[in-house]
């Protein structure tokens, strides 16, 4: 894979993780698009496809209620369909669902500690924030933005 396609792939996984949480949902972040869009990337929308199947019906299991845990499939199938388009095959569709299986699993535990790094920001913010200070707000927001974005890039990166 040339280092122009591992950065398309590498911003994909951004965008589809932001779209998870921190943006309006334009449901980029569904596994279906996410590897579709990977696979026309990679030029193998067969494969994309396949593994955006899988890991919906992953998703379909998971109930985003309350403070519960979950795996975070979106960038988790970028990853997958970029293993499993280098492997080919039968053999590349199996490692691909295990490495975005283990992505997945990674971008959940990614998104407990973004809430917590988050929830400091506000915290020490707190006196401005209360004061109604507007700049305040849109520092916290817009750091809070580009903390998720590097977190989603850092998990689709370790995953590809």
Known sequence: M??????????????????????????????????????????DLPTGLRLGVVFELFQHDILPVGAVRYPEYGP??????????????????????????????????SIHVLRRLNARAVGRATAALEAGDGSAIVRVHVTSLLRDAARAALVTAVGL
């Open 2 to 43: 040339s280092l122009e396609t591992w950065a398309v792939l590498l911003l994909w996984g951004m965008l589809v993780g932001l779209d998870l949480v921190s943006v309006p949902q334009v449901m980029i972040a569904r596994p279906l698009i996410a590897g579709a869009v990977a696979g026309a990337i990679l030029g």
């Open 76 to 109: 988790a199938t970028v990853a997958a369909v970029s293993v499993a388009h280098a492997a080919a095959g039968a053999l590349g569709i199996g490692l691909g669902a295990v490495v975005g299986l283990v992505t997945g699993l990674l971008g959940g535990v």
